[in-house]
């Protein structure tokens, strides 16, 4: 590929195409639409030429944000789309302006009345947002010279790369602030350049990875969801790069990225509502099945019940449970509820659930029978947070480590170290699982020791918990907790105020009540104890 060749790939990339566009009209929407759970939703793309829809011609046309919108109105749960956010040529500092502009721009999508619309009303109103942003701002960094070989500053390209990360956290921020239950899908970006050398692929692909890496960093603590496209364009790179002198995607390669999100959606949107379906068991063979009607109710006949893909009974609306029987213990069942109205047209979107049915109570550990804390203990071990001895015993009155501490609230958050060296040198008689997950904590804030030390045997304190659990729920979510009032206890005065914003989150957060206007601080805290807190901790962060 030639040097001029080549510069026109990266010049098309960036440019800014002037050209105006009437909003796309929805099309007549059919008189009787399918039973449904879901309430439509409005859909708003945001980002550079990918978004927008740019061609291999360099023309304005269907991009993967249509192609998207389309398949969410096919399937009935779309009640309008607008891309007119998306630009060619965007970085991540255009969005960021855009939004500290509040911009209006043109619409152009499905389903609105109005021409145009802000972006701030638009991301307050939206129930899903695509992004993709970042390639704009790394690309003009790595330029090729006559033979096709890149060449690039490594601190300039690094530079951009780290803004791209940073930038996307800031966008995300804004999105946040505006709308906390927005729901978030960021593309990945793919190799741009299939028809460089063989030699030259290794780098580029690179690249995409390091680009790919900023942006997921900069999703870190969010509820956002990575949309890796890179694999599936590798899979036929010159059907969806047609143009060699572009980088911009085929119709083919557009709606192969559609695919992506769709798959990503149907696996991880909260389509429904978490008590729309549940099911009950009875005994050891039965369940009842109980669901909420469907938003319309008017025309539907019946409710269709299947296990797997059989179905097993139906019943006349507006009954909402039914009962299934001859099932077995310990057997994991996939059920699926379908609504169908009068004229016979069925739900598209049915509510399904996994279900197992325990074998039937069974005694986890002996020595906790008449204790306090029994229901939360199983409850924490059938989570897998905690664990008993092999006698079958929990022995809750004994004192947690703070190995033990650590390492139980490291695996209930799936954290993983940062770093291949160990931090403390008092390890040393430990299992490397004990390590890592000590290493974890400490790469991720959580913990801290003392010259060096992590001091493992030591029973954890009850302050010393409550720090750490109030560090992991910034990790988990990105924010920190902060209570709105000072705890009631009168013994932890003394200690730093840090310590006293955790002890009071916990109070807030009803994880830890004291006793008798005491928290006893300085008492280690027991494995019961231990449970209660962290139990109740974890279902904190999970709302």
Known sequence: MTKKSISYVLMAFVLVLQIAVMPLQASAADTEKAPTWITPINYLALGDSLAAGVTPNNELGKGYTDFLAEELAKSEVLQASNKGFSYP????????????????????????????????????????????????????????????????????????????????????????????SAQVYIMGYYNPFPYLSPQ?????????????????????????????????????????????????LSQAGYKVVMEAFHKSLMENYSWFAKD???????????????????????????????????????????????????????????????????????????????????????????????????????????????????????????SLTRAQATSIIVRALDLEPKSTKWTFTDLADYADSTKT??????????????????????????????????????VATGKPFTPTVAAPFTDIKKFSKDTQWAIAGLYQLNIATGDNGQFMPNHSTTRAHAAKMIVNSMEAIAQ
């Open 276 to 398: 729309t379906l549940t099911v009950t068991a009875k005994d050891e063979t039965t369940v009842e099945l109980n669901w909420k009607p469907v938003i319309d109710t008017g025309m539907i006949s019946t409710y269709q019940i299947f296990n797997e893909d059989k179905m097993v009974g139906e019943v006349l609306s507006p009954v909402l449970s039914y009962e299934i029987t001859d099932l077995e213990p310990n057997k994991e069942y996939h059920f699926s509820v379908q609504a169908v109205n009068q004229n016979g047209k069925k739900s598209m979107q049915n509510l399904t659930t996994n279900y197992t049915i325990d074998k039937g109570p069974t005694v986890m550990f002996t020595d906790i029978t008449d204790h306090w804390a029994k229901d939360v203990i199983e409850m924490a071990a059938m989570k897998g947070i905690v664990s008993g001895y092999s006698d079958h015993t929990f022995r809750p009155e004994k």
């Open 200 to 248: 030259n692929q290794p780098l580029v692909n690179q690249l995409v990875v390091m680009l790919n890496d900023a942006i997921k960093k900069g999703m870190t603590g969010t509820t956002a969801q990575f949309v890796d496209t890179s694999k599936e364009i590798a899979e036929d790179p010159y059907t969806y790069l047609p143009n060699p002198e572009n980088i911009h």
């Open 437 to 474: 997950d000590i290493q974890a904590a400490y790469d991720h804030g959580l913990v801290s020791g003392v010259n060096g030390h992590f001091m493992p045997n030591k029973p954890i304190t009850r302050a010393q918990l409550a720090l750490v659990l109030s560090r992991a729920y910034e």
């Open 89 to 180: 040529g965007y970085k991540t500092d255009d969005v960021l302006k855009d939004f500290e502009m509040d911009v209006t721009k043109p619409i152009v999508g499905i389903g609105h009345s109005d021409k145009t619309a802000t972006l701030h009303q638009s991301v307050k109103e939206a129930h899903l947002i695509t992004l993709t942003i970042g390639a704009n701002d790394v690309l003009p960094k790595f330029t090729f010279d006559d033979k096709g070989t890149p060449q690039f500053n490594s601190e300039e390209l690094q530079a951009a790369i780290m803004k791209v990360g940073m930038n996307t956290q800031k966008i995300l921020a804004k999105i946040y602030q505006l709308n906390p």
